[in-house]
């Protein structure tokens, strides 16, 4: 599998969440190259340097490397004098002056798809508050590619799914900008402005909605993310709402448009035209 952009941009959200939840001035990660036991360093968050921009780590190797192999999350106090791991990125790490580091695999279907990285510039434990969330984070990753790729896979069962091409690539654009203009939507306060938007929102749509098939906006807004690959966790910060009303919106519209999954009421959504 190709490395997926969408998915690149649920690492780099997964970075920001890292961070604040832990306090690691540096974070960073990337997603696996297709086919390969390889994982590229693609995002990069609180670097002072570009010397991890794009540094391919090789299962095994180096603490990254060790979590892609284990497929478990691995952790060191002092990077370059640990006996832990191998020191193939010595180099690297020292130019941006990392010292405790830690390394949480995103495994989706017991594959590991890419890593997550939290660092120091201090050679300190890293305590179990900080390895919980960064293991929420990458779960977070994780939780977002199994919904696309069940949306995929309904997709493909109601449809047959066209070769990979640039058509392709253009609908996908669409469908994160439908997702990002929803979200922007309720954070204008001028309502002519804000009704330009949503019906700038609609032109998006593949067709025009089915008679009878109505969702209240927040409902069509939540859906919108989850449709892009959102968690709810994601959802509920692109959006400005807690959590938990984040899955009552979608509870009613799954209710509505008759799904009983998040992958089904997405599917439903773009069936009824409501979605693109």
């Known amino acids: 599998m190709a490395v997926d952009a969408a998915a690149s941009v649920e690492i780099r959200g997964a970075l920001v969440r890292l961070r604040r939840s832990t306090g690691l001035p540096v974070a960073f990660g990337g997603l696996l190259d297709s086919g390969r036991r390889q994982m590229r360093i693609s995002e990069l968050n609180g670097t002072a340097t570009e010397s991890l921009s794009r540094l ?11 979590a892609v192999a284990l497929a478990r999350p691995c952790a060191v106090t002092d990077y370059s004098a640990s006996r832990q791991i191998t020191h193939e990125y010595d180099a690297a790490v020292a130019t941006e002056g ?33 390895l919980t969330a960064a293991v929420a984070a990458a779960r977070d990753v994780e939780q977002a590619l199994v919904v696309r790729e069940e949306v995929r896979a309904l997709l493909a069962a109601a449809r047959p799914e066209p070769a990979p091409n ?20 309720p954070r204008i306060a001028d309502p002519a402005l804000r009704a330009e938007l949503l019906d700038a929102c609609a032109l998006l749509t593949a067709e025009r909605p089915a008679p009878g098939v109505t969702l209240a906006p927040r409902e069509l807004d939540v859906l919108a993310c989850v449709a ?40 439903a959504a773009r069936r009824a035209g409501l979605l693109p």
């Open 56 to 66: 391919a780590v090789t299962a095994g190797n180096g603490l990254g490397g060790k």
């Open 98 to 130: 990392l010292r405790s580091v830690v390394a949480v695999p995103v495994v989706v279907r017991r594959r590991v798809r890419g890593v997550l990285y939290g660092a120091l510039r201090t050679a300190q434990p890293l305590g179990d508050r900080t």
């Open 166 to 185: 640039e058509e392709g690539a253009a609908l996908e654009q669409v469908r994160e900008a439908h997702a990002a203009l929803r979200a922007l939507a």
């Open 228 to 267: 892009a690959g959102s968690t709810n966790a994601v959802a509920a910060e692109r959006l400005g709402l807690g959590a938990e009303t984040v899955k009552g919106y979608l509870r009613s519209a799954m209710r509505k448009l008759g799904a009983h999954t998040r992958g089904e009421a997405v599917v």
